[in-house]
C-alpha cells in the first residue's frame, strides 16, 4: 500500500505495516498483484452470493488488523463491534467474576490472528 506523509514524501507501507521509501517496483508489484489476487478474489465472492453469505477479509480490504474491535461506551456498554470496516453481530450479557476471570486467563496467552469473516447478509440471498 502507498501512503503519503505530511511532508508529501511517498512511502511504501508492507503487510506487516513496515514503512519503506518508495521505489517504482512497487506500484508495478501492486499491479501486478492487485491483478493476481482480484480474479480468484471475484470467483470466491462469486461463489459465496450463490448461497447468500460473503467473505470479508484478506484480499478485499484495505485495513490489514487481525482482530476485532469492540467499542465500549462510557457506561460500559458495548456498542459495537469490528472487523475491519465491516461491523459484526454481537450480544452483550452481563457475566460474573469468576466467568471473566477465566476470560481473562484464556486470553493471557493468546495467538490466534483474524483474517477473514464470513458474513450471511438475508438481504444478499438470490435465486
Known amino acids: 500500500m502507498i501512503i503519503f ?15 519503506h521509501p518508495y521505489r517504482w ?4 508489484r501492486d499491479s501486478v498483484l492487485h491483478w493476481w489476487y482480484s480474479r480468484p478474489w471475484r470467483r470466491r465472492q462469486k461463489e459465496f452470493i450463490k448461497t447468500g453469505t460473503r467473505y470479508y477479509g484478506d484480499g478485499g480490504t484495505i485495513h ?3 482482530h476485532v474491535d469492540v467499542e465500549i461506551a462510557p457506561t460500559g456498554q458495548v456498542v459495537a463491534v ?5 461491523h459484526l453481530p454481537f450480544k452483550m450479557r452481563k457475566i460474573d467474576e469468576r466467568r471473566a476471570a477465566e476470560m481473562r486467563e484464556m486470553y493471557t496467552d493468546f495467538k490466534s490472528e483474524l483474517h477473514g469473516v464470513e458474513i450471511k447478509d438475508a438481504s444478499r440471498i438470490r435465486d
Open 5 to 19: 506523509k505530511s511532508d508529501g514524501s511517498k512511502w511504501w507501507l508492507d503487510d506487516d505495516a513496515n514503512e
Open 25 to 28: 517496483y512497487h506500484g508495478v
Open 64 to 66: 490489514f488488523t487481525t
Open 82 to 86: 469490528w472487523f475491519r470496516c465491516q
